[in-house]
């Protein structure tokens, strides 16, 4: 059964800090890999989605990055702004259905 | 907006009612998902529905069903409500199961906050 676990679950930067997410995976036969953010009393919007045969994906200020044979996927998020606080969850999928990680509750001071 | 559409936003059930859960989709996407989100708990998957006309159970099917009514909708429904029904409902969708269009992975409805009393 695949597992996915997301360290820290929370993190707290000072605005401008470039910052890491985690997210791991226990079963390196995935198909894809997905981020999403989600804001407080919302749904989830995708943010990045990285296909198996890929290595990283990038939009804007996010940078997302897949190493399967060690199953993990880092979120890099440059420059950070008190509008990125969210919780950014990860993916991952089988041919029929995902897994998903808790998240990580990102928290961005002025 | 294309996407997923999820109705009611809110709800509120006595112990013992029913109600079902809407649930439509404009993109084509061959499958879809019923997700409940519990603090603590993540995202679990209740039932989906990888095509038209197929259903199958997902982590904590109990308690609910599901109709795949045609390819845009996928209803949700809780036949006699209990306070361990309380949560947030995510709808969700994906192209996959075409594997021309599986580039674009999930995409979510904003949600239902049902509480059960």
């Known amino acids: 059964k695949q597992e996915v676990t997301q360290i820290p679950a929370a993190l707290s930067v000072p605005e401008g800090e470039n910052l890491v997410l985690n997210c791991s995976f226990t079963d390196s036969a995935i198909y894809n890999l997905q981020w999403f953010r989600q804001d407080p009393g919302k749904g989830l919007t995708s943010l990045l989605l990285i296909q198996s045969s890929q290595r990283e994906q990038t939009s804007g200020r996010l940078n997302a990055s897949l190493d399967k044979s060690s199953g993990r996927s880092t979120l890099y998020i440059a420059a950070s702004q008190p509008g990125d606080s969210a919780t950014y969850l990860c993916?991952?999928?089988?041919?029929?259905?995902?897994?998903f990680g808790d998240g990580t509750t990102l928290t961005v001071k002025p | 907006n294309a996407g997923v559409t999820q109705t009611p936003k809110f709800q509120v059930l006595k112990t013992g009612q029913s109600m079902t859960l809407q649930c439509a989709q404009d993109?084509?996407?061959?499958?879809m998902y019923w997700y409940r989100q519990d603090p603590g708990m993540g995202l679990r998957l209740i039932y989906y529905?990888?095509?038209?006309?197929?259903?199958d159970k997902g982590e904590v099917p109990n308690g609910y069903n599901v109709s795949r009514l045609n390819k845009r909708e996928f209803s949700l429904r809780l036949e006699s409500a209990a306070p361990s029904q309380t949560s947030v409902y995510f709808c969700a969708s994906n192209p996959m199961g075409d594997a021309y269009l599986s580039n674009y992975g999930y995409t979510f409805g904003s949600g239902t906050r049902l509480t059960v009393v």
């Open positions: 529905s990888a095509s038209e006309g197929t259903t």
């Open positions: 993916a991952v999928s089988p041919p029929s259905k995902s897994t």
């Open positions: 993109m084509n996407h061959n499958s």
